[in-house]
């Protein structure tokens, strides 16, 4: 205990004498952490927004107009039975009309459903299907029209006209949310390790400062971890420092700017993104593991004896 | 006077030698190399074929001059370095095969005094000395009473608070004379302890030294003023070019001096009037 209590003692008092090097530890420490504060919640938004995108792609299957509701309801269940179907929604032709009119006026234009001849509905009745995963559409759409005997598909029932998949659509919308989550895995890998060797380096630059008076320690007889602990006690107390100093930024941030936007701008939508304290948590944690870490590896090269 | 304060620590045991020294002939010597050579990386050759032993409780002077290789010699016994050929035993262990785990504990049984006395620039006096307790797990009580000792014998008692650029040459020596005995090692060592020191100062510096070898402590001093050790009387081992040239007691070898009539005697052979401190 009085060993632990000693060990804080001297990495205190190796801040209280250099200063310098301290704040320099500190103020990188704060920047990095600054970064991986932002850009995490920024993470999770789009991989939220990209389960929006996906959300949209399913599998329409239209109908004959002649269609039953008895006939309709028996292949609601057959479509139910399929594996890997998430849910199944059926759209009537009134519904679909009314579908076509919502979204003609979201985009400002003139209602064209107005000028059907006698009030006649074109369009077909159909199933909405959406599969559990993007992936799993094909299997579902071969479910749907099996081969028949000829080898071309065949619907499993005599009501469906026709089965369209946005596959075009689905897989560009796949290619284009996966290349922008790598992108940005990409990005954040790139600069968690940019921060990792900057704080490295910081922390070494400060320890060859002083690595004479390593080496006298280890003449007087220190043992290595003897003189590792204060070093690593003082990356430990930057690192909370430098952490603590970017939480405060990330919070004034949020309660300045984040939040007032997150209810006018869907896309800062909070449900997905982590919570604040649990961010908090995972930076201080990181920020002092990495500069004790740091400091305790950095020393190694100077300990050869 | 710091002179003549009774330290608890240093307390001279009579007119005699330590009995171990005379009774116990059997045990190994503190110090003892076996043809041991030291090639620099380059091809510099510090030391070649040096064989020597020292035995427990001898005070002896390692003399010669610059680039001889006693500096080298130190630094092999902390195994700062490694001999390229030979053996150096301490207490009768080649050090060679100590695994690096076990140097600290080697480098705590013996005090170094350095040439550059490596001190601990950011830490006090009392801190320095303190250091080398802490290293070795000494309780708060235990420092407390140790060092304030260590630094009355070197004369220091009133410079606790100073940091080791607020003291003069001589006094970061006696500095790093009072880290090296401070635990009471068995065997210490001092490199050039009175380098570049007047006189007066390196008079106050033996004097120590020969108070701590007093004790019972082997004490071993590199230096090339063989004027001092022609004075001094005691056990001279000369390099040269990394061979041992002589080995030999110098003038007459007094045995039965105390501190005080031995730093008289020197002095007085010095010419120095005053006390160095």
Known sequence: MSRVLFFIGEGLRALRRSAAPGVASIVTVAVTVLLLGVLIPVLQTTGGK??????????????????????????????????HVESVEFISKARALEILRDRLEAEDKADLTEQLPGARNPLPASFKIKPDNLDN???????LTPPGAAGTPEPISP????????????????????????????????????????????IRLSIYARRREVEVMQLVGATNWFIRWPFMVEGLICGFIGGAIAVAILFLG???????????????SGEETIAFAKLVLVLLGVAMAVSAIGSGITLRRFLRV | ???????????????????????????????????????????????????????????????GPTG????????????????????????????????????????????????????????????????????????????????P??????????????????????????????????????????????????????????????????????????????????????????LEAGHVVRDQAAGRYTDEEST???AARLRDEMGVEDEAY
């Open chain 1, 159 to 202: 009501i469906i006209e026709e089965v369209v998949d946005s596959r075009d659509e689905a897989s560009s919308i796949r290619t284009v949310t996966g290349a922008v989550k790598w992108f940005l895995i990409v990005i954040a890998a790139l600069l968690v390790i940019a921060s990792l060797l900057l704080v490295g380096n910081t």
């Open chain 2, 68 to 147: 001889c290789g006693k500096s080298t010699l130190i630094k092999l016994l902390i195994r700062e370095l490694e001999p390229t050929q030979g053996e150096v035993l301490i207490a009768g262990r080649d050090i060679a095969t100590l695994p690096d785990k076990r140097i600290p504990h080697l480098r705590r049984r013996i005090g170094t005094v350095f040439q550059d006395f490596k001190l601990l620039p950011s830490r006090t006096v009392y801190d320095n000395v303190a250091y080398a307790l802490q290293v070795i797990g000494a309780s708060r009580a235990e420092i407390r009473s140790k060092v």
């Open chain 2, 260 to 262: 005080r009539e031995f």
């Open chain 2, 1 to 63: 006077m710091a002179r003549h304060q009774t330290s608890a620590l240093l307390r001279e045991r009579g007119q005699r030698r330590p009995e171990h020294l005379t009774e116990r002939r059997a045990r190994p010597p503190i110090v003892e190399l076996r043809k041991v050579g030291k090639v620099y990386p380059g091809g510099h050759v510090a030391l070649e074929r040096v064989s020597l032993r020292v035995d427990r409780g001898e005070f002896v002077f390692l003399v």
């Open chain 1, 50 to 83: 990209t389960d929006e995108v996906r959300d949209q792609v399913g599998l329409n299957t239209f109908l004959y107009d002649d269609a039953t509701p008895e006939e309709i309801a028996a292949l609601e269940t057959e479509i139910q039975g399929i594996a």
């Open chain 1, 137 to 143: 559409l094909e299997s579902i759409r071969s479910a």
């Open chain 1, 254 to 268: 949020k309660e300045a700017v984040v939040d007032p936007l997150a209810d006018s701008v869907n896309l800062i």
């Open chain 2, 149 to 238: 000792d260590a630094l009355r014998l070197v004369g220091l008692a009133d410079k606790t608070g100073n940091y080791p650029d607020q003291l003069s040459g001589g006094e970061q020596q006696r500095l790093s004379v009072a880290r090296a005995f401070v635990n009471h090692p068995p065997l210490l060592l001092a490199d050039e302890p009175t380098g570049n020191l007047d006189p007066a100062t390196s008079v106050g510096i033996m004097q120590t030294l020969y108070r701590i070898n007093k004790t019972g402590t082997t004490v071993v001093v590199v230096t090339h003023d063989r004027e001092m050790v022609d004075k001094m009387r005691r056990r001279v081992i000369a």
